[in-house]
Nanobody, 123 residues
Framework: QVQLVESGGDLVQPGGSLRLSCAVS????????IGWFRQAPGKEREWVSC????????GFSDSVKGRFTISRDNAKNTVYLQMNSLKPEDTAVYYC????????????????WGQGTQVTVSS
């Protein structure tokens, strides 16, 4: 079964950086999209970024473009979300998700989800 495990969440000050990891296991096909989402208490889930495991094509929401980057290490079956210039409004639980697809990852509906990792940006 597909398993996704997020890690790297922490408490950081505004302007700081964090690198989140999404470890993927149990996938059947070598190509898939990984999406990063976030959700703050009482707010709707928001799509943040995504990447395709084979092509490396990426996508970003307007709110994080220029501050966040996404990358993959296929040898480790891990996707990273590098978050820079963090703002208090970035505070949320961050989830990674997977769908088997070679289509643009920003248009995908994701099937498998991790448990989330907490990111808190506060002074």
């Amino acid at each position: 079964q597909v398993q996704l495990v997020e890690s790297g969440g922490d408490l950081v000050q505004p302007g700081g950086s964090l690198r989140l990891s999404c470890a993927v296991s149990g996938f059947t096909f070598p190509y898939y999209n990984i999406g990063w989402f976030r959700q703050a208490p009482g707010k709707e889930r928001e799509w943040v970024s995504c990447i395709n495991s084979r092509s490396g094509d990426t996508g970003f929401s307007d709110s994080v473009k220029g501050r966040f980057t996404i990358s993959r290490d296929n040898a480790k079956n891990t996707v990273y979300l590098q978050m820079n210039s963090l703002k208090p409004e970035d505070t949320a639980v961050y989830y990674c998700a997977l769908v088997y697809s070679s289509n643009y990852c920003g248009r995908a509906k994701y099937d498998y989800w991790g448990q989330g990792t907490q990111v808190t940006v506060s002074s």
